[in-house]
């Protein structure tokens, strides 16, 4: 490994900003050739130092760009001063996920590479266990800055909020960080109680004091005191000292400040009550604050409690879908035999036998049985879906009356409910633009409160009424105190976390915050017809006869010489015919002419079926042109069949539309939503569909590869455009749209490239993710609203602006009181989204 101290072969912290050479790093681990590093900076521990491979770290010096500020670059390796992003080589900036996404999401992908490197020397048991038994072999990250990435809990050196697991685990226990600090707030709260009483007593009961002298009342402060300072709030201490030397400041800067002055000017008051002039002593003894600097650990110990608590009970979502998978499945051998096996012995390929009531173990395929299974907790669809041989079915669903043999196709990582967890914890962890805004506000507001609290302190040092000094102290520890950013921090992340887990709960899967964000200004929603509007499976709704041929007739010779034939029309006459449990002869000299259809002799008859041109060339076909064309102006596609050169039916074939399609767009167009509809069908066709619906505009006889310039000429127009589509066909046209709305029955592409997913395929779930989207929005804003209200009233009060009026000034410990409670409204206000009502 070359190790030389080049400028090539250094690498940036993203959490320090550090630069650091390989042969400085305090660990390093090598997997299938390549090689990570962890930042030298003992306070940071095993942060990653870069995620990406040693061998990225030892190119020749070139450009490196950030891919989601093209604006940064440099001559080597590093992070992203802007996003925390690895920097790319010049070139690969626009490979990966779609642009969408935001960069967090990346970093999972890069950052995973590394947890996980290590277990896979072991076989994937073991590594289960060994990640399951010893939390520093799990990924943690920072839900509000999710480029924090560190092996093992701990907090965010940016924010200090307390990090979560990278991967949440149905059998996760119980979250480390709150079982700690639920503990530090009772033994606190236990020992800040009787000093609350005993400073109390004084002022209140002046007779205490022949039972206790203030002396020794001072020094049982001291020592109840002294353990909450220096052991329950040694969390808090440290993430104020990290946000000071990573140049973060944040909450816990002000809560350091505010406690270890109260405590450190109650010490030497207590040691040295000699140095302080008689104004400022009460029976020959100087004031401590013991009881401020108890109270404010205690409450802000009981503010975390609830904000860890809040932040677990938002990841319920994701636990319920966990849940789902069941720990073992009945595996079927060859002979037909049945073991059960846990889940993770199944192989792709195995048969899998799920019985009534069961939960179905794998995605996968139905190779025998009949069965109605319960999805509602995968798409939100309450009604129960029957399965039969050659159906695909979803992990986690539940069996009702009826057995089934599945074929496991998807296991793992690679099922449907793995990728929704990972989605949803994905999403929960991403940020909304709107984020950008408090992230602005926070970078300054911090230094702010300092530098007001420094002038309050000079004001009151100055003019202030006797014992000055004290009242200075009161006013600064105020200051600092009510001014925790708390409620400010939390206001964005804690809506978002749990709207995106109401939309999961009601099968509407949101990629990232920014899709969430988007869709509330979602103004024009394009939708593709065929499988979205429509159920996508053509079927035969008519067959009109013009010669002597009967209906059963017609429908069986079409049927003889479509069965051949891929086409999806072909497909849909055979089902038609077989439903009517018809004999369908075989066809002999089958022929397929692109563009025209298809022919064969049965019962020595030549069978044309296809075209009017086709079908019957040299005949008048006017009158049967007039039929065909009413059938088009119903939403139907016309099919001729011709026996031996006449032409004898028509064949009526529409893709039928969905049950819950008009109720969706009629929610649409309540919501002031345009409804454009894309189709490849002819005009005719497409727009009697349309009207049939109530569609606002139609663009018919488009091509798969030209979807995404319509949606690309919308939004030119000046529209904000959701796409909503099903097929990989789609996929450009979801990608190019300001939100991709992906239907969860279509394809993997067409998820892959959308923002929202909805997993029903109900195209009512639109309408339903944006008024969870306005809902979470309004939510959010009213959570800013009230932090910066509670801001700007509560800084002015705890400075003492009504002491010359009115004589009243602020206790650091009502402070601190109102400080806990912002913290609760703006989490008890993010909690109502999870019954709000939505449309």
Request: glycine share 8%; with cysteine; charged share 20%.
């Amino acid at each position: 490994m070359n190790t030389s101290s080049t400028k090539s072969n250094t690498v940036t912290d993203p959490v320090c900003g550090m630069t650091i050479n390989p042969e400085d790093a305090a660990a390093t681990e090598e997997y299938e050739g390549r090689t990570y590093y962890f930042c030298s900076d003992g306070c940071h521990g095993k942060f990653l130092a870069n995620p990406a491979e040693y061998a990225r770290s030892t190119h020749e010096p070139g450009e490196y760009v950030c891919p989601m500020h093209p604006e940064v670059r440099q001559d080597h390796p590093g992070s992203c001063p802007k996003c925390g992003m690895d920097l790319v080589p010049a070139g690969e900036e626009g490979h990966g996920h779609h642009g969408h996404e935001h960069h967090g999401h990346e970093h999972h992908h890069a950052a995973t590479d590394v947890a996980t490197a290590p277990a896979k020397t072991k076989t994937q048991k073991e590594s289960k266990k060994s990640s399951s038994s010893n939390q520093d072999d799990v990924e943690y990250t920072c839900p509000m800055h999710p480029e924090i990435r560190q092996m093992g809990p701990g907090s965010c050196p940016k924010c200090g909020m307390a990090l979560e697991p990278v991967r949440a685990t149905a059998d996760s226990g119980p979250n480390p960080e709150l079982k700690d600090m639920t503990r530090r707030f009772w033994i606190s709260a236990a020992l800040a109680v009787p000093i609350l009483v005993l400073a109390m007593l004084f002022p209140m009961v002046p007779a205490w004091e022949t039972l206790i002298p203030m002396g020794v009342s001072q020094w049982i402060q001291f020592a109840l005191a002294t353990p909450v300072v220096v052991w329950a709030a040694a969390p808090f201490f440290k993430r104020g000292w990290d946000s000071v030397r990573n140049r973060s400041l944040n909450m816990f800067t002000l809560v350091s400040l505010g406690v270890g002055a109260a405590y450190a000017y109650s010490v030497v008051a207590l040691l040295f009550p000699n140095i302080f002039p008689e104004n400022m002593q009460m029976h020959g003894r100087p004031e401590v604050y013991f009881e401020a600097a108890s109270v404010i650990v205690t409450l802000v110990a009981l503010g975390q409690v609830l904000e860890l608590r809040a932040r677990e009970s938002t990841s319920g979502a994701i636990r319920a879908l966990m849940d789902l998978a069941p720990a073992t499945a009945r595996r079927v051998d060859d002979a037909g035999n049945e073991e059960e096996v846990p889940l993770e012995d199944i192989e792709v390929g195995d048969l899998v036998r799920v019985r009534p009531g069961e939960k179905l173990p794998v995605d996968g395929t139905v190779v025998s049985g009949r069965c109605s299974v319960d999805e509602s907790m995968v798409t939100g669809e309450s009604l129960p879906v029957t399965k039969e041989e050659g159906d695909e079915v979803v992990g986690g669903t539940v069996a009702g009356s009826g057995s089934l043999v599945i074929r496991a196709e998807k296991l793992g990582a690679d099922s449907m409910l793995s990728r929704i967890v990972e989605m949803v914890a994905s999403a929960q962890r991403s940020r909304a633009p709107i984020q950008s805004v408090v992230d602005k506000v926070a970078a300054v507001f911090v230094p702010a409160v300092i530098v007001v609290a420094v002038i309050a302190f000079t004001v009151w040092m100055l003019v202030g009424p006797d014992p000055r000094l004290t009242h200075a102290l009161i006013v600064a520890v105020s200051v600092l105190i009510i001014a925790c950013p708390c409620a400010l921090g939390l206001a964005t992340p804690m809506s978002i976390m749990v709207g995106v887990g109401r939309g999961a709960k009601e099968g509407v899967l949101i990629r990232d915050a920014e899709a969430l964000e988007a869709m509330e200004k979602v103004d024009t929603v394009v939708v593709d017809k065929t499988g979205t509007l429509t159920e996508g499976k053509p079927a035969v709704t008519d067959v009109v006869t013009l010669g002597s041929l009967s209906r059963d007739d017609a429908l069986r010779f079409a049927a003889s010489v479509e069965r051949p034939s891929e086409h999806p029309l072909a497909t849909a006459i055979v089902a038609a015919a077989q439903d009517a449990e018809l004999d369908i002869p075989a066809a002999e000299d089958f022929t397929s002419d692109a563009g025209g259809g298809v022919r064969g002799t049965v019962d020595s008859h030549d069978v044309r079926v296809g075209n009017v041109d086709y079908a019957a060339a040299n005949t008048d076909t006017s009158a049967a042109q007039t039929r065909a064309d009413e059938l088009r102006a119903e939403g139907a596609t016309a099919v001729f069949l011709s026996l031996d050169g006449n032409l004898e039916a028509i064949l009526a074939i529409a893709d039928p539309v969905k049950e819950s399609t008009p109720a969706a767009l009629a929610a649409l167009h309540d919501q002031g939503v345009r409804v454009v509809m894309l189709t490849g069908d002819n005009r005719t066709t497409a727009e009697a569909v349309a009207k049939k619906l109530g569609i606002d505009e139609v663009t018919a006889d488009v091509k798969p590869e030209d979807k995404s310039a319509v949606v690309t000429k919308l939004t030119d127009q000046g529209r904000t455009v959701a796409m909503a589509g099903d097929g990989v066909n789609d996929a450009p046209a979801l990608a190019a749209a300001r939100v991709g709305l992906a239907m969860g029955t279509g394809t993997d592409v067409a998820m892959e490239s959308a923002g929202v997913t909805l997993l029903s395929g109900d195209l009512g779930g639109i309408a339903h993710a944006r008024s969870l989207s306005h809902a979470t929005m309004k939510n959010i804003r009213e959570n800013l609203v009230f932090a910066f209200i509670y801001n700007t009233i509560g800084i002015p009060i705890a400075a003492g602006v009504l002491y010359p009026p009115f004589g009243l000034l602020l206790s650091p410990m009502l402070a601190a009181a109102a400080m806990a409670l912002s913290s609760v409204s703006v989490i008890l206000n993010a909690s109502r989204l999870r019954v709000a009502k939505l449309k």
